[in-house]
């Protein structure tokens, strides 16, 4: 999310936030190829070339949309390693982190699954360049709790992501918004990172 200075620029940057949000709830429930700008700017109360204000197109809306999360895991992820105490600390740290993510973003979820490929080059190689990088992070953390050599580490993280990331796909959002589903999803999270091989 943006956060500029003026009036005015908070307001273009909560359209522009709006905007972003409606696109990732349209594109989840009928991709990418099924919605139109103008069903975007309907959502969000303007016309649809008014959208063009904010995103030269509705590619480079979809850009803007997985490049800012795959941004925002990063950076997140940055920070609470950074937080934590101990090393054991920090692994849970980032696993509630992400779990946080996967159950209050399902829609940006089902989009990057399916809606990825319609991503122009220059977008695609930044989301995978932060999503290398996340990944990287993660099997730092691992390292210092699992003696592997680090494919065997990126198998487990990657194998992590699976289980977080398919939780928009087969739960409600009632079971996702429980507590106790959180709960064990780190747990279990947890548990398949530090199995024993």
């Not at 908070?10 to 989840?28: M, N, P």
């Not at 950074?82 to 973003?105: C, K, P, T, W, Y």
């Not at 977008?123 to 680090?150: F, G, M, N, P």
Request: net charge negative; proline share 2%.
């Amino acid at each position: 999310m943006t956060t500029p200075g003026t009036a005015r620029d908070r307001a273009k940057a909560e359209r522009t936030d709006a905007i972003l949000s409606a696109a990732a709830e349209l594109f989840a429930a009928r991709g990418y190829t099924g919605v139109s700008l103008e069903d975007i700017g309907a959502a969000v109360g303007v016309s649809g070339p008014a959208v063009y204000r904010h995103f030269a197109g509705k590619q480079a809306l979809l850009g803007a949309l997985l490049i800012g999360v795959s941004e925002r895991l990063v950076a997140g992820g940055q920070d609470v390693a950074s937080a934590a105490a101990s090393e054991q600390d920090r692994m849970r740290a980032l696993v509630v982190f992400h779990v946080d993510f996967a159950l209050g973003n399902a829609d940006v979820i089902r989009v990057q699954d399916r809606d990825f490929v319609y991503l122009t080059d220059e977008s695609r190689a930044d989301v995978r360049r932060l999503q290398r990088a996340y990944i990287e992070l993660w099997i730092d953390s691992l390292a210092a709790l699992v003696a592997e050599d680090r494919d065997a580490l990126r198998l487990r993280v990657q194998a992590c992501f699976g289980l977080l990331n398919s939780t928009p796909h087969s739960t409600s959002t009632a079971l996702r918004a429980r507590v106790d589903t959180a709960r064990l999803l780190t747990a279990m999270a947890v548990s398949a990172l530090l199995a024993d091989s």
